[in-house]
């Protein structure tokens, strides 16, 4: 059963990383680079840029961003947990590589428990499942697995790549429902939506926010989003329930990483920088509207305990579903 977590994500104090520590820490002292593991266009992608303008400003050195995207956001994460703990780097990663990977036949080839340090949460992430509507008739979820059964393995789904939350969501949506597609991965979120407007893929599951604009311009369609109440965001669309989805949920969360070793006060710094950031009210609005709401709160103690339940949780979740590719 994929489930929502049971955490609390309303802001909460932030102990121990209050605005002092800043100025405390010489760190840093040159540019600061994010690796962003999923290509352009992506939630982590626009996650991120949304972000780093004002981590600029707080940490006084310029933020780089830098894609690596490949194997669902493994590569990307792997190369950043390769990398000297000198605080030069972060990866903004995700539950896919970090949780869900681990769960699928190919090894994983780092450890997030033992290989990287969790430093901050960002956002949380919602999923929704929508539809082409390129040669594709489906209006609702019902009709949409009736088309499924009366075709199996004639339909494609895509994701950002193998283990990827849009793939463990769409996958599991299949023997949800007792129906057969084709899983196509590719690179990045940007490449997943122009097959799914072009007809290439029939249906993904990914972000409503991104999903919207799509969905109101008549080149996808979103069947239903897999949360408890309906997104302010797509108020028409109703739940995986009401469509009548049941025991399904999906969703995800982006975080940012370091490699092992780094020093506390970089930790520390980086992760008070990220709380200020997402309490700017401009940041935490732009958040809201997107459907991602921020993960305030976190000491970096915290979000490594959060990160260990995640991946005690989906491991054996993810293993459970038999999913092959």
């Known amino acids: 059963m994929i489930r929502l977590p049971r955490r609390s994500l309303l802001a909460t104090p932030f102990a121990g990383l209050a605005a002092p520590a800043l100025a405390q820490s ?15 266009g992506g939630g982590t992608d626009v996650t991120t840029r949304l972000l780093a303008p004002k981590l600029a400003e707080i940490l006084g050195q310029p933020v780089v961003i830098e894609n690596r995207p490949g194997a669902g956001g493994v590569v990307g994460t792997d190369y950043v ?19 869900l990977a681990r769960g699928l036949p190919a090894p994983v080839p780092f450890d997030a428990r033992r290989d990287l ?39 494609q789904y895509g994701s950002s790549g193998i283990g990827t939350s849009g793939h463990i969501a769409a996958a599991s949506f299949c023997i949800r429902t007792g ?14 939506f122009a097959a799914l407007t072009s007809g290439e893929i029939q249906f993904c599951c990914d972000i409503p926010s991104l999903l919207k604009g799509m969905h109101e311009g008549g080149q996808a369609r979103v069947l239903f989003v897999a949360t408890e109440q309906r997104s302010s965001l797509l108020p028409e669309v109703p739940t995986a ?73 989906w491991e054996p979740e993810v293993r459970g579903l038999g999913i092959r590719e």
């Open 117 to 155: 340090v969790a430093v901050a949460p960002t956002v949380f992430v919602p999923i929704a499942l929508a539809v082409t509507t390129r040669n594709f008739a489906p209006r609702t979820a019902a009709e949409f697995v009736a088309a499924m059964k009366a075709a199996p393995n004639r339909y």
């Open 179 to 192: 129906t057969e597609a084709v899983h196509v991965p590719y690179r990045g979120g940007g490449q997943v």
């Open 26 to 40: 010489p760190w840093p002292t040159r540019p600061v680079r994010i690796v962003v593991p999923f290509g352009t």
């Open 241 to 313: 329930v009401e469509a009548g989805i049941t025991g399904y949920k999906a969703y995800s969360w982006y975080g940012f990483f370091a490699p092992a070793g780094t020093p506390q006060p970089i930790v520390d710094r980086m992760a008070a920088a990220t709380e200020q950031a997402l309490s700017d009210p401009t940041i935490a609005g732009r958040f809201e509207e997107m459907g991602t709401p921020a993960m305030r709160g976190y000491t970096p103690a915290r979000f490594a305990q959060y990160v260990r339940d995640e991946i005690a949780f």
């Open 81 to 99: 947990a390769k990398l000297p703990p000198n605080g030069e780097a972060f990866v903004l990663s995700t539950l896919s590589p970090i949780a």
